[in-house]
């Protein structure tokens, strides 16, 4: 709902008048209801008052007055006449409502009790409370509630010690029931929902409305508290006014209980009577506010209704008022401004046509650009991006607008350092940079940003920002120099980074040099081939790494040569690291028994006096000669390890061996060899197989026939072979027969193709027992032929295969050996 000015003068109005007649009638109704409710409770004290003392204190006077003269009759006195005495009980009880039982205990132990009771055996008056509380002589005392016979009834007991003569005869007790007593406070009224009690100087009810209720004791009641021992008082406890007059002699509380709500409910006509005042006074406002602001309002309405026919752009029909009081005047003034309006309201349509089409413009070469814009404002808020923006920052225009444009793009390490756009606000001048951007996924890119000041009047109100990917140039950058300055095989520096950091360090206090060579590199490429070789130069760039301290500069000076920088060394700290690289080489070496790695080492500490490229001589002069020092044994040692790795590898290699060496042996004596080429054969018969450590395990393990490409491959192994022994001192001499050593009497074996007497007769004899051991020993693709059958095939291939002399003398030693075997057995 609308709020106009005719409302709310209404409202004012209405306001002023319904507020104080409300308040008004609220506080008269409130002071009147305070006075009325404190005058019920008065009357409820009185009411109370007049029955403690009408009521309850004659019920109390009549049994003390009955006990004060039973107690003093002589009768009491002549056991004889007791029957006398009990006739005169029975008609006391008869003629007053409030006695239930009168007693006597004499102190002898005599016992009377109207109305009769048939006492147990062992009951013994003087035992019970209301003996033992009767006290001095001439006081009456009151018990508290308790269960008394003959009837089992709860009562109350007033007992007075009899005396005669100073000593004490007995005790006379009278019985008054409680529900007696709960009769009489019944009967008083103090409104509707309102009820008495009687307590006992101790807290317990000797009279309620609800039997149930006699004896109960309320002395811990936080009301019982707050009234106990006053003679007149009152407190609220919740809903309920409570108040309690004392009983004189006695000290028994009376005690009311008046609810709230039977309070209030005499006061409720002054409540209506105030409300009705107040609707009528609201009703009378209302309709002098409607009759006083009508002819107001009406004016001002016409005056609004005219604002709206302007507003929808209609001048021609503005308010009229020829009065002359200020809304008068308003509408003159009004109209004056229509006309002004109407008038910049046509140069205002012909200005939004002319933007409308520079809009236009702006806004196809904005969205078509190719490159990554945004328009910030002074702030250096985004005010708009173009697609080209979101397709870069991966941010929708909804995401970007709004947002400081460093706070959306700018990596946190370049907001102090970095270029900010709202430099161009404060320089009003064309800002250019090469920097990096943050993506949303939080990838970053290579950017150039452009940023032109917006200037309107001469004062920048905003920049124009353009951003241009140049990661891919950046990043062809950053390869190049990562390839200009290190090693494209190990990740370690190159040579041309060496020479550079050299230069740098020139003139430093110390810094010492470390040069290593890597041992036994050609002999693996010609091995294993060069792929093998870089494995091997990567794994000694790698160990050369986690040997030495972050500090170090590490760079491969070119093929099996590494070159080291430690500044500011020492000769122990030298030492040391060259120590610890040949521990994590030795430790290397024994987890990969089949891929060894050595190194030969030298190095010199640069002093200020001696420059680094003297200390880089040095070093390398004792690399050399550490590695003519260590290369016969470096080659024996790798020759040992190539073995061990073809034995690792293939155990049907090692025991074929061991079986040759003896059948060879025995073969060569037959043949009458000399003793040193025994020797020698013995060490062929061991080593003939060394190339077998090149062939892939897929060739050298297949468990069938191997095809055309696959046996081009195993038949390489004798050449392998043969570079491995040539490079060894320890077997050069055999390394010719390991070449040949599968080469057949015809002429078609392997490698070189020789035939006859051309072939080493040392190649001739192991040709033979090679076979032979390979035919009588299982393969996974065949199972092992038996002497007879082997035997067999090697005579059937004399003079093709095999020089069939000696084929003829190893067929003859075998059988013996077979015979000779046999007869044992």
Known sequence: MRWNIYRKMLLFATLMIVLPVSLLGFLTYRESEAMLVGRIKQASLLIMENAANNFIKNYIKDVETAARILSSDLLLNEPDRRQQLLEIWEQRRRYSNHIRSIRYAGAQGDFLIAPLWDSPADYNPRDSDWYRQAGSAGAIRWSEPHVAPPANNTVVTATKAVYRNGELQGILAIDTSLSDLSAIIGSINLGSGGYLILLDAGGNIIAHREQALLGTNVRDTAWFKQLAGAGFASTRLEDIYVCAVTIPDTDWILVGFLPETMLHIDAAPLKYMT???????????????????????????????????????????????????????????????????????????????????????????????????AILDSTDKILAVNKQFADLFQYGEDEARGVTIDDLVVPPALREKGLHVGEVMGSVKFVQAETVRRRKDGSMVDVQVIAYPIIVADCPVGTYVIYRDISERKAAERALEYLTYHDALTGVYNRRYFDHRIEQLAGSE???????????LKLVNDTFGHAKGDELLKTSALLIKEASPSQAIIARMGGDEFGLLLPQA???????????????????????????????????????????????????????????HRSQSTRSTIVRTLMQALYARDFITEGHGERIQLMVVKLALRLGLANFRIQDLRLFSQFHDLGKVGIPDGVLFKPGPLDPKEMEVMRRHSEIGYRIAISSPELNHIAEWILKHHEWWNGQGYPIGLSGAEIPVECRILAICDAYDAMVSGRPYRQALDAAAALAEIERNSGSMFDPDIVAVFVSMVREGLAEQSHNE
């Open 275 to 373: 409300i009705v005042v107040a609707l009528l006074g609201i009703f009378l406002a209302s309709l002098a506010s409607v009759l006083v602001s009508r002819g107001f309002v009406a004016r001002i309405k016409r005056l609004v209704e005219s604002m709206d026919r302007i507003e929808q752009g209609d001048y021609s029909k503005p308010a009229e008022d020829i009065s002359t009081d200020e809304i008068g005047e308003l509408s003159r003034k009004f109209r004056v401004m229509a006309d002004t309006l109407s008038l910049l309201m046509e140069q205002r349509d012909l200005t939004e046509a002319e933007l409308r089409r520079q809009k236009g413009y702006f806004a196809q070469l904005f969205e078509n650009s190719p490159e990554s814009i």
């Open 570 to 628: 020492t000769v122990s700290d030298l030492q040391e690291l060259v120590q610890n690289l040949r521990n994590r080489i030795a430790e290397f070496n024994g987890a990969t028994p089949d891929f060894a790695v050595s190194l030969s080492m030298g190095f010199s500490l640069a002093e200020q006096e001696s420059g680094i490229a003297e200390a880089l001589q040095e070093a390398d002069s004792r690399m050399y000669k550490e590695k003519l």
């Open 510 to 520: 110390k810094c010492g040099v470390l040069v290593f060579d890597v041992d036994g």
